[in-house]
Structures are given as structure tokens and as C-alpha cells.
């Protein structure tokens, strides 16, 4: 009988054999992924509170120094006072992106590890073979038209953030600025990357969308309290990106399309007084209907 050749087969490592420290490190790499993130629920939900956290805390410390500065020998200052002060709006919305900076560091740290792992690999930051640039940027425009729509059905009431567009022109470029500098890639991380790869991991893809849905529009419903249509709107954008993150199993895509809904408004933010101008050039009476509830839908 002959011997077969050693080459056959691949052998097995024994118990007694070591396996190299970089293939186990490549095989691990290898496997993680959008579906199959290196974290847990646990550290995600941890994650999103610290989030929160640094957004309620972090503005609040950029306006202390002001406050006992401007106030001092003064009694303590009520909220209505601070609202109606332009300086502390101002600065109390500039607080946010600290906040959204440190978030991103957080993110970072537990999404790759400290760098063992790829932001592009885990949060599958890459355009879907059957979503793309073009029909991202498309369902964020149906999107902004629908929620315009919903908030002419209901009416614009006035929120908390339409008192900051209306507090100063730094603090409405400001917030114009954040809405499409850092906030749609910190939410898109947190809620669509984070919790929801997490998730679906653990409850599968229907729950988790709505899970995480729920959440993200939960989170505004304080913001905007005052107006039911702003509520439906964030919601309906919500559940969309939600399940454009499902659907394509990537985060680039919902990043897109939060970044043009946002970036529209922004739009409307920066142009807002030439177009009240230009209205009221054509009416001179007070602006109404359609025109005023873009110039207030500005969630």
C-alpha cells in the first residue's frame, strides 16, 4: 500500500499546537460585520445614554462660565430670562457640538474596539448594490415633501427649537451648521449602527425596526411637544430610515438620506429671510399658508 501524500488534506491543529495569534485575529476580523457587530446590546444602549448625557451636561457647561459672569449679584435667572438672552442661546447651541464630538469618540472606542476593528467594516459604510447615491438622495426629498405635507395638515405650532431659530441669526446658523455637520452621522451611528445592528442580532430585524424607530422618534417627542405635526413627521422619517438600514443591511444609505432631509431645512434656515423678503415683496401682507409652515417646519 502506498503512503497517501501529506498534502491530501489540510491538517488539524491539536491541543497541543498553536494556533498564530494573527490568524485568529484575521478569521475574527473577517466575520464582524453590520449583522454581526463586535458589541452587544448592552454596550449599545450604555452608548446611547452617554449620548444623552453629553448632550444635556456638555451645552450646560459651555454656558456656566457665562452665567455666573453675566449674572452675577443678580438673582438666578428663570428660564424664560435665559431664552430671551441671544448670548446664552447662542452658546448653549454651539455646547452641542462638543457634545456630538465626544459622542463620536465614544463611538469609536466601542464600535472598533480602540481600532482593532474597521468604522466601514462594522457599520457597513457603503452604498447597497440595489440603493444608491441617487435613490437615497430621492427618499429624502419624498420624505422632506411628506412631513411639509403632514405639518400643513396639522398646523405649525411653536416648539423650543423654533424659539432658538428666532433668538438670533448666529444661533439659527448654528443650528443649521449641526444639522448637517454632525447630527445626522451621530444618529445614524448611534441608532441605525449601533443599537439596531445590536439588536436584530438578538430580537431579529422586524422587532429590532421597530424598536429603534421607536426610540429615535421617542427622543423628540419632548422637542417637539408642541406640535403633533412635527411628531409625525420625525416619526415617518424614522421608521423609514429604519428600514432602509434593514433592507440594504448598510448605514451609508440612511446617513444620505438623513443628511439631505436635514440639509434641505438647513437650506431653509440660511435662505429664510430672503424668502420672507422676496414673499412679502410679492404679499404685502403677513406671510400664511404653505410658505409659512416650511419657514416653521424646521425639525
Not at 176 to 199: D, H, K
Not at 230 to 257: D, E, K, N
Request: hydrophobic share 55%; with cysteine.
Amino acid at each position: 500500500m502506498t503512503t497517501p501524500p501529506e498534502t491530501a488534506y489540510s491538517a488539524q491543529p491539536t491541543l497541543s499546537q498553536k494556533v498564530p495569534a494573527t490568524e485568529i485575529e484575521l478569521a475574527t476580523t473577517s466575520s464582524v460585520g453590520p449583522d454581526n457587530p463586535p458589541w452587544g446590546v448592552l454596550a449599545a444602549v450604555i452608548t446611547w445614554l452617554t449620548s444623552i448625557a453629553f448632550l444635556a451636561l456638555v451645552p450646560n457647561v459651555c454656558v456656566f462660565p457665562y452665567i455666573a459672569y453675566r449674572y452675577q449679584g443678580l438673582p438666578t435667572p428663570t428660564q424664560e430670562t435665559l431664552l430671551a438672552d441671544k448670548t446664552f442661546v447662542f452658546l448653549f447651541v454651539a455646547g452641542w457640538v462638543p457634545a456630538h464630538l465626544l459622542t463620536l469618540l465614544l463611538i469609536w472606542a466601542i464600535a472598533t474596539r480602540l481600532g482593532k476593528f474597521s468604522l466601514r467594516d462594522v457599520f457597513g459604510w457603503s452604498w447597497s448594490a440595489d440603493f444608491g447615491l441617487w435613490k437615497s438622495v430621492t427618499v429624502a426629498i419624498l420624505l422632506f415633501v411628506g412631513a411639509w405635507m403632514v405639518t400643513v395638515f396639522f398646523g405649525a405650532k411653536e416648539t423650543d427649537l423654533d424659539r432658538i431659530l428666532q433668538s438670533s441669526r448666529a444661533a439659527a446658523l448654528t443650528l443649521a451648521f449641526i444639522a448637517v455637520a454632525t447630527a445626522p452621522l451621530v444618529e445614524e451611528i448611534i441608532y441605525r449602527g449601533l443599537l439596531y445592528s445590536a439588536l436584530q442580532r438578538v430580537i431579529g430585524p422586524l422587532f429590532a425596526v421597530v424598536v429603534v424607530a421607536a426610540m429615535f422618534a421617542g427622543l423628540h417627542v419632548w422637542q417637539y411637544r408642541q406640535n403633533i405635526g412635527a411628531i409625525l413627521s420625525i416619526s415617518l422619517l424614522s421608521v423609514v430610515l429604519t428600514t432602509v438600514r434593514a433592507r440594504t443591511g448598510r448605514l451609508l444609505p440612511c446617513f444620505m438620506i438623513h443628511l439631505v432631509f436635514n440639509g434641505t431645512q438647513s437650506l431653509i434656515i440660511v435662505f429664510e429671510p430672503y424668502l420672507r423678503a422676496l414673499f412679502e415683496h410679492w404679499r404685502p401682507q403677513a406671510p400664511s399658508g404653505a410658505l409659512t409652515c416650511v419657514l416653521h417646519f424646521l425639525s
